[in-house]
């Protein structure tokens, strides 16, 4: 029996489904597809809970897609790359480890590995990287399963408007069953991350960024420090240098998480501590390298519970829209203790793609669980506004449909495509009716 009710990792969303999936097949997907179709009663899925937003709160139907993992095929080319199939619900943790065995890997990742695949792509997951897409760029084709119990395979070459769309699709055009992905041969990535200052980082940002594979930083608000982070790009047979076992502990583990945590909880209840321990904490940041296989680079642990917004700006304005987050929390009384996180990404093609058209900087704003997140996220929602931001579809902010379409050249070619499939919206919600219309 499956538990009914239902919180994401935040623990900021609830839901009490009328009735909990865990389908094992993809025939069983049907059938509880026909039982949601007879009851009437609308149709969520959700993979790992990793969204901030109620895009997976229903009060019909909510399918969990961990029982539909594992990898199906892989199809070879004469380069070293391949097409491999796997199924929907498989953890980007998991996946990413078996490609390796494969001497394969994923173009890029975000900078959490637990979501499931069609999570990930369903709300434009990302990574950074000037020359790199958002996992969803990298889907060959997916199958996905439509309300009146269809199987359907979408491509470039099949179905394309439907692949424009079911790339990050929201969850609103049925349950994605299988996804095919465009693999590379397996890489390294050696790492070099140091301490900063905002002011020089930004002055040699626009030549970093286009040296650099994969280049990002954190910025320590109310001080001008910044921790930046440098991959680069290494053949799968590179010599690893791996953290050794105690640093990585110290630096991921106890500081990252534990001590972090420690610190949050005192600030909730003293917030004027914040800019000096912020102070502190940037300065005590210290320089370190290494080498090791790219998935384990690019992902990091978080057990500390935050609630996040991020919006993706043109990246020719990300130095202006940082200046303005400084500058309104000089004059605000806010205090904020979780670095602020900036990315970078290629522009790409798809619909809903938050980089859609144009190359994209993301600037993620965070803020501890147990705090008010409304007015700072308000305030740095209206500085990228201003600019034309788009809001990642996975994390909070306050936008509907009349905005959103003012942002997104395919918006109405989305919800045309939406309308040909779930005509009665069958995995609709309230959320979505908010975002679609």
Known sequence: MIERSWQNWAGNQHAYPAHRAEPASVDEVRSVLQRAVEGSRPVRCVGA???????????????????????????????????????????????????????LAMTNLGDIDEQS??????????????????????????????????????????????????????????????????????FALRAVEEPSTLAATLAELDATVAAVDHFEFYWFPHTDRVLTKRNTRLPGNAVLRPLGKVRSYLDDELLSNTVFEGLNRVVTRVPALIPRLNAVSARALSAREYTDRSYRVFASSRTVKFVEMEYAVPASEIGWVLREVDRWLEQSSMSIAFPVEVRFAAADDIWLSTAYGRPTAYIAVHQYHRRDHREYFDAVEAICRSVGGRPHWGKLHSLGGAELRDTYEHFDDFLRVRDSVDPTKVFGSDYLERLLH
């Open 49 to 103: 809970g990793h969204s901030f937003t109620p895009i997976a709160v229903t009060d019909g139907v909510q399918i969990s897609l961990d029982s539909l993992r594992g990898i199906e095929s892989v199809v070879r080319e004469d380069d070293g790359s391949a097409q491999v199939t796997v199924l929907a619900g498989t953890r980007l943790r998991e996946l990413t480890a078996q490609l390796w065995d494969l001497g």
């Open 117 to 186: 695949v069609a999570g990930a792509i369903s709300t434009g997951t990302h990574g950074t990287g000037a020359r790199f897409g958002g996992i969803a760029t990298q889907v060959h084709a997916l199958e996905l399963m439509t309300a009146d119990g269809r199987l359907v395979r979408c491509s470039r070459d099949e179905n394309a408007e439907l692949f424009d769309a079911a790339r990050i699709g929201l969850g609103a055009l049925g349950v994605i069953t299988r996804v095919t992905l465009d693999c590379v041969p397996a």
